[in-house]
């Protein structure tokens, strides 16, 4: 019971570190939060993922009960499905790169120019590998 009179030290301590929040694009500690981020969205689409192979099967089974115009809805959904599947995939990819960008030191700067991204972007997706002007020119 001796420690009444221990002190941490002065919390308000003048860390030099803030300074590097103008040089590097994304600090430590956000980097950490958009870690954490991106796995829980990979895990996520991954979880679905097997869950929907699932619902696929069950879309085919389906087909040799059902009328032609349920069989085209079916289909319909099918194609739906499987366009739902590619975004997802593709996302999981986006949100793997992210992850290998934040080991690599890199994360936060635009994979075409290298400029850094703007954290605004940043918080809506951090999958972005891209910077708003050089995502507006893919688009085109
Ligand atoms: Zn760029």
């Not at 301590?13 to 300074?19: D, G, K, N």
């Not at 040089?23 to 870690?35: I, Q």
């Not at 699932?54 to 809805?73: I, Y």
């Not at 075409?112 to 020119?137: F, G, H, M, S």
């Amino acid at each position: 019971m001796g420690s009444r009179n221990r002190r941490a030290s002065p919390a308000a301590h003048p860390s030099p570190a803030y300074l590097n929040s103008f040089s590097l694009a994304v600090k430590d500690s956000d980097c950490v939060r958009f870690k954490q981020q991106l796995i829980e969205l990979r895990d996520e689409l991954l979880r679905t993922e097997q869950a929907g192979s699932e619902g696929a099967k069950t879309v085919e089974l389906d087909q040799s009960r059902v009328g032609r115009l349920s069989r085209m809805d079916a289909l319909q959904a099918q194609a739906m499905s499987l366009d739902a599947e590619r975004r997802r995939r593709l996302t999981i990819r986006r949100a793997e790169a992210a992850l290998t960008r934040i080991e690599n030191g890199e994360f936060g700067l635009c994979v075409r120019c290298e400029e850094e991204i703007n954290p605004k972007r940043l918080e809506l997706d951090p999958t972005t590998p891209l910077c708003i002007d050089c995502a507006n020119k893919e688009e085109k």
